[in-house]
């Protein structure tokens, strides 16, 4: 046989070899028990011990971690494997958690279908060899030190239903291959050092139902596309640099709980399509440069629970549709430059826990709230607004208020004595309005009160003696007095 054709052979014999057994740096296994040595040898600090098992005398379908097919299985193999590390409540040491790498050797576990190695503090790049786990629907690596580029090797894994690479050091831009992962409904890649625009090509992913890119260095404009994903339920972006205007194209998002785009530089109006998301109940918009009204029909979603447009530049009054909010706990807008009154029903929905409209133009009065109450509210904050009048009695039906500031209004009158009813009072802060005449002696009965400020108004008369816990009174002129000299 001349050497053309002993050259050729060898070519047909390699070709032979490589479409039947996998070749992983530079070697050819058809042993999983020998693959998870090669993945535990990487490992180069186990501190609990949990691999101490994994060795040759016993059979790897036993070890900590790992799962096998059934045993009445032809052929049995590993489906899962699961090293993900914990937390120690009383302590967050990096002595506890496993370092290393992950072995190329995963390669060979290729009926794998769950493999999770999260919350430790392995490091490195991915290993291409992930390609080859072409049966992966679950791959968790959240919570380590991987860093490098997005693994292009994870977007040949069409069977992916779940990704999590997120608190790890990756950067770099996203591929676009990444759209190749049709059967991807979890995505998770929060907490890193991505940068580059958001792909378009992720919108097509359109089985999505989360995902989290927040608090990475994501730029550009939020692209129209994003419509596309209408199964998603949870979207979060927060954290990122990115600007322009918020696309209309978000309210085709129906199904939608979650939206968090804070902490941008996103400007520009709200758009009204927001109002049609009707399964939202988290709505995060805060620290970014919006401006113009808020959407009028923004209180007609009766799921929505949490809203907070705080830190922006919005203007005009607060839409009355905020009073139909029936599941709405939390509201935060301050930091703005609202103007108009206050709704009254918004103080008479029945889950309000917190409402902080502090730092805006507001005027009008207190809302007398006579007819219905948040009974749950346990903190109003409407500091530095421009509201007037008079305290209505209806104050003391807080039952729950905890925190109250109304500081830097221009409220006028008497300090009503139903305040005396807020036993659940913490901290008060009245101060710098024109409030006049005495302090009512039922505030000094709190039990729980510790800090109260009343400066800067027109006050007289004695000081009440305080019986609870009270640390700290600035009096009129804003001296603070300290308790042993109040009682």
């Known amino acids: 046989m001349n050497n053309a054709m002993q050259f050729f052979m060898m070519i047909l014999i390699f070709l032979f070899l490589q479409h039947h057994f996998n070749f992983i740096n530079g070697r050819i296994s058809l042993s999983e028990h020998e693959a998870l040595l090669g993945i535990k040898s990487a490992i180069t600090s186990d501190p609990y011990n949990r691999l101490s098992s994994w060795n040759s005398t016993t059979h790897h379908c036993t070890w900590p971690g790992v799962i096998c097919s059934s045993e009445s299985a032809p052929n049995r193999h590993i489906i899962s494997l699961d090293i993900s590390g914990f937390l120690v409540a009383s302590s967050l040491s990096p002595n506890i958690f496993m370092t290393g790498t992950l072995s190329p050797d995963i390669g060979f576990l290729t009926n794998l279908q769950n493999?999770?190695?999260?919350?430790?503090?392995?490091?490195?790049?991915?290993?291409?060899?992930?390609?080859?786990?072409?049966?992966?629907?679950?791959?968790?690596?959240?919570?380590?030190?991987?860093?490098?580029?997005?693994?292009?090797?994870?977007?040949?894994?069409?069977?992916?239903?779940?990704?999590?690479?997120?608190?790890?050091?990756?950067?770099g831009s996203l591929p676009s291959s990444l759209s190749s992962l049709k059967a991807l409904q979890y995505l998770d890649l929060g907490h890193n050092k991505f940068t580059g625009p958001l792909p378009l090509d992720v919108a097509e992913t359109v089985q999505l139902r989360y995902l989290n890119l927040g608090f990475n260095n994501f730029s550009g404009e939020i692209p129209s596309e994003i419509g596309k994903l209408q199964f998603l339920e949870d979207l979060n972006l927060e954290s990122n640099a990115l600007y322009g205007a918020l696309p209309s194209e978000l309210g085709y998002l129906t199904s939608l709980n979650q939206l968090d785009l804070s902490m941008n530089?996103?400007?520009?109006?709200?758009?009204?399509?927001?109002?049609?998301?009707?399964?939202?109940?988290?709505?995060?918009?805060?620290?970014?440069?919006?401006?113009?009204?808020?959407?009028?029909?923004?209180?007609?979603?009766?799921?929505?629970?949490?809203?907070?447009?705080?830190?922006?530049?919005?203007?005009?009054?607060?839409?009355?549709?905020l009073g139909s909010c029936q599941s709405l706990i939390d509201i935060r807008m301050d930091n703005n430059m609202l103007s108009g009154s206050i709704p009254k029903s918004l103080f008479g929905l029945p889950k309000l826990e917190q409402i902080d409209l502090s730092n805006n133009h507001l005027s009008g009065g207190f809302p007398d709230t006579r007819d219905s109450v948040a009974l749950n509210l346990n903190m109003i904050d409407l500091a530095n607004n421009e509201l007037n009048g008079t305290l209505p009695p209806t104050i003391g039906n807080f039952s729950s208020l905890m925190w109250l500031s109304l500081t830097?209004?221009?409220?006028?009158?008497?300090?009503?004595?139903?305040?005396?009813?807020?036993?659940?009072?913490?901290?008060?802060?009245?101060?710098?309005?024109?409030?006049?005449?005495?302090?009512?002696?039922?505030?000094?009965?709190?039990?729980?009160?510790?800090?109260?400020?009343?400066?800067?108004?027109?006050?007289?008369?004695?000081?009440?003696?305080?019986?609870?816990?009270?640390?700290?009174?600035?009096?009129?002129?804003?001296?603070?007095?300290?308790?042993?000299?109040?009682?």
């Open 265 to 321: 530089q996103l400007s520009g109006e709200i758009p009204e399509s927001i109002s049609q998301l009707n399964n939202l109940t988290d709505l995060d918009l805060s620290n970014n440069n919006l401006s113009g009204s808020l959407p009028r029909n923004l209180g007609t979603n009766r799921k929505l629970e949490y809203l907070d447009l705080s830190r922006n530049k919005l203007t005009g009054n607060l839409p009355e549709s």
């Open 408 to 487: 830097g209004n221009g409220f006028t009158g008497s300090i009503p004595p139903e305040i005396g009813n807020l036993q659940q009072l913490d901290e008060i802060d009245l101060s710098r309005n024109n409030f006049s005449g005495k302090i009512p002696y039922q505030i000094s009965l709190h039990p729980n009160l510790v800090t109260l400020n009343f400066s800067r108004n027109q006050l007289s008369g004695d000081i009440p003696e305080f019986r609870g816990k009270l640390s700290f009174f600035w009096g009129e002129g804003g001296t603070m007095i300290g308790k042993d000299l109040i009682t």
């Open 115 to 171: 493999l999770s190695m999260a919350d430790n503090l392995l490091s490195g790049p991915l290993p291409s060899s992930l390609s080859l786990l072409c049966d992966l629907q679950h791959l968790d690596l959240s919570g380590n030190m991987f860093n490098g580029p997005f693994p292009s090797s994870l977007s040949s894994l069409k069977a992916l239903r779940y990704l999590d690479l997120s608190s790890n050091e990756f950067n």
